[in-house]
């Protein structure tokens, strides 16, 4: 198999093509789950599609995708998160897109749940499901058997909410940071439920979030491709998303979900990117210091996710230029 190597990861070249990859892996799959992941603009969508398309018309097997974008879950965040549209799914059936209110929190054991369940009516009629997405423990929690812990407190979880208010949070991040690296590096600190989340779970019982998330073993044949890119290649892709989002009416979209009732404070706004914007509708801001705050915002996250993905030698991992090319 020939090989080039970004960042220490291993990228699989035309010589032992993905869709030979696949074709022994349904071989021998008894409860196949086809996973694919990588950085935010890496080219997980378009690849996906290509995916699907093979499997039904290749391999004769009918393929859905389930969306693993925790901020893709909600309805009216479209353009933001680069949702997939109608004409872009190209047919193939696609799931737990738009499926929550802006107001309604999400947790990891509501998305385990959903996805299981979708993933076990599929195996049901003989279909191959698709995880796909970027949110890294919303796909661990399926490819791990992560069991997320549920109980709260409401006094810590108020004195945790009004720390925050101090400083949005950053505070708090260098806390868990501290405390919990692993968690760390997949929460953000503007992202308020996760962040609190994992810092009560260790004040209410003494170990971090990464000790609780127990795990069982998977009930699925993995197959996990990840989409890889020269970091240079992936710093301009979200420079250029982001302006393209902008240009396609980005600003509009944040300005119709506020005329809607939401806020800044509700927690679909904590995509990347809305509370900026919502921020730059108030404060009435230069616009090219909002593109650059929103990419910079950006581009740490896919940092945040390479690093999470990294050390996984489940992980096939493919070069999206190639991709991009073979299409």
Not at 114 to 141: C, F, N, W
Not at 144 to 160: F, M, T, Y
């Amino acid at each position: 198999m020939s090989q080039t190597r970004y960042d220490h990861l291993v990228i699989v070249q035309a010589q032992h093509p993905w869709q030979s990859i696949t074709r022994d892996f349904l071989r021998t799959a008894a409860k196949p789950l086809i996973v694919v992941l990588g950085p935010t603009a890496s080219g997980k969508t378009g690849f996906s599609i290509q995916l699907a398309h093979f499997l039904t018309n290749t391999c004769q097997k009918s393929a859905e995708i389930i969306n693993a974008d925790s901020r893709q879950l909600y309805t009216y965040l479209d353009i933001g998160t680069a949702k997939i549209t109608q004409e872009e799914m190209e047919n193939v059936p696609h799931h737990l897109l738009s499926v929550l209110d802006p107001k309604q929190p999400v947790t990891i054991g509501w998305y385990q749940r959903e996805a299981t369940m979708l993933i076990d009516q599929l195996h049901g009629k003989r279909s191959v499901p698709m995880l796909v997405g970027g949110s890294m423990l919303y796909i661990s929690s399926i490819i791990d058997g992560l069991v997320p812990v549920e109980k709260s407190d409401p006094a810590i979880r108020s004195r945790l909410e009004s720390d925050y208010r101090v400083d949005e949070g950053k505070a708090l991040w260098k806390r868990l940071e501290g405390i919990d690296p692993e968690s760390a590096a997949a929460i953000p600190y503007q992202n308020k439920q996760y962040l609190l989340r994992a810092l009560e779970m260790y004040e209410l019982t003494g170990k971090t979030k990464s000790q609780l998330g127990t795990q069982s073993l998977c009930p699925y044949d993995l197959l996990i491709f990840g989409i890889q890119r020269e970091r240079s290649e992936l710093v301009d892709r979200i420079n250029q998303r982001t302006k393209q989002m902008l240009e396609n009416g980005w600003i509009e979209e944040v300005q119709s979900l506020i005329d809607l009732g939401y806020s800044i404070d509700d927690p679909a706004m904590e995509s990347s990117g809305y509370r900026e914007i919502a921020e730059f509708l108030e404060k009435q801001t230069n616009k090219q210091d909002l593109i650059e705050k929103i990419s910079a915002k950006t581009r740490q996250y896919a940092k945040r996710q390479m690093t999470w993905w990294r050390h996984d030698e489940r992980i096939v991992w493919l070069d999206g230029e190639s991709l991009s090319e073979s299409k």
